[in-house]
C-alpha cells in the first residue's frame, strides 16, 4: 500500500481564491512528521510546511496552512488567496520514527495546481 | 535559495558511462540525503549519510554509491549507466532530528542516451 497518498493529480483553481490540496497517509508509527514541498517548473524543491504528529494544533506558515486530521490519517494543504506564482507541483511527505530519524522522506505523487487569473 | 549547493546543474552521459554529482550541504547541517526523481517512479530517497557515515538505505541500486567527506560535502557515484538512469538527481541537508526540514538543492538533470 502506498504510504502517500494525493488523489488530485491536477487542479484549476481561480486566482485569490482558497485551495486545498489533499494528502492521505499510512503509517503504524506513532511518531512522525509530516511536510509540503513545492516544485515550481523550473524544478527546485521548497520547503512549505510542517506537521508532527504530536502537534496539537495545526501548522500555519503564511498563506500556508495544514489541515491535519489525525485519525483520518489526513494532512490537507490550504492556500488561502491563491496567487499566479503558486503555479507549481506539490507534494506531502512522511518521515516515521521507527527509522530513528535516519529514514528519508516518502513522497506522494504530487499535485499539479494551476492558478488561472 | 536553501543554501544546498549541487553541481553540475545538467549532465548527458552515455548508456554505460560512469557520473559522479556533487553535493554541498547547508553550513551547520550534518545529514545529507540523496533523492531520484523520474517520471516513472516519482521522487524516491536512495541513501542518507549523518557526519561522514551512511546511515540509511533506501531504493539505491547496486550500481549507485555515495560517501560523504570530512567537510560533510557529498558525492552521488552513478555506475553503468542506462537509459531508465535518467533523472533528476537531489541533495538534502538538514540537522538532526525528526521533525527537522531537509532543505533541497536545485538538483542535477542527467540525462543517459
Known amino acids: 500500500a502506498q504510504k502517500i497518498t494525493q488523489t488530485q493529480p491536477g487542479m484549476f483553481v481561480q486566482e485569490k481564491e482558497a485551495v486545498t490540496l489533499d494528502c492521505t497517509y499510512d503509517t503504524s508509527d506513532p511518531s512522525y512528521g509530516l511536510f509540503w514541498y513545492k516544485q515550481p517548473s523550473s524544478g527546485e524543491m521548497i520547503f512549505l510546511i510542517y506537521?508532527?504528529?504530536?502537534?496539537?494544533q495545526n501548522a500555519t506558515e503564511g498563506r500556508y496552512s495544514l489541515n491535519f486530521q489525525k485519525a483520518r490519517k489526513s494532512a490537507n494543504l490550504v492556500i488561502s488567496a491563491s496567487q499566479l506564482g503558486d503555479s507549481a507541483m506539490y507534494f506531502c511527505?512522511?518521515?516515521?520514527?521507527?527509522?530513528?530519524?535516519?529514514?528519508?522522506?516518502?513522497f506522494g505523487k504530487g499535485t499539479h495546481l494551476i492558478i488561472q487569473p | 535559495d536553501s543554501g544546498v549547493t549541487q553541481t553540475p546543474k545538467h549532465l548527458i552521459t552515455a548508456t554505460g558511462q560512469r557520473v559522479t554529482l556533487r553535493c554541498s550541504p547547508r553550513?551547520?547541517?550534518?545529514?545529507v540525503y540523496w533523492y531520484q526523481q523520474s517520471l516513472d517512479q516519482g521522487l524516491q530517497f536512495l541513501i542518507q549519510?549523518?557526519?561522514?557515515?551512511?546511515?540509511a538505505k533506501g531504493n539505491i541500486l547496486e550500481r549507485f554509491s555515495a560517501q560523504q567527506f570530512p567537510d560533510l560535502h557529498s558525492e552521488l557515484n552513478l555506475s553503468s549507466l542506462e537509459l531508465g538512469d535518467s533523472a533528476l538527481y537531489f541533495c538534502?541537508?538538514?540537522?538532526?532530528?525528526?521533525?527537522?526540514?531537509?532543505?533541497f538543492g536545485p538538483g542535477t538533470r542527467l540525462l543517459v542516451l
Open positions: 549519510y549523518y557526519n561522514g557515515e551512511e546511515r
Open positions: 538534502a541537508s538538514s540537522v538532526e532530528g525528526l521533525s527537522e526540514t531537509q532543505y
Open positions: 553550513s551547520g547541517d550534518l545529514s
Open positions: 511527505a512522511m518521515r516515521e520514527a521507527a527509522g530513528g530519524g535516519a529514514d528519508g522522506l516518502t
Open positions: 506537521q508532527g504528529s504530536y502537534d496539537q
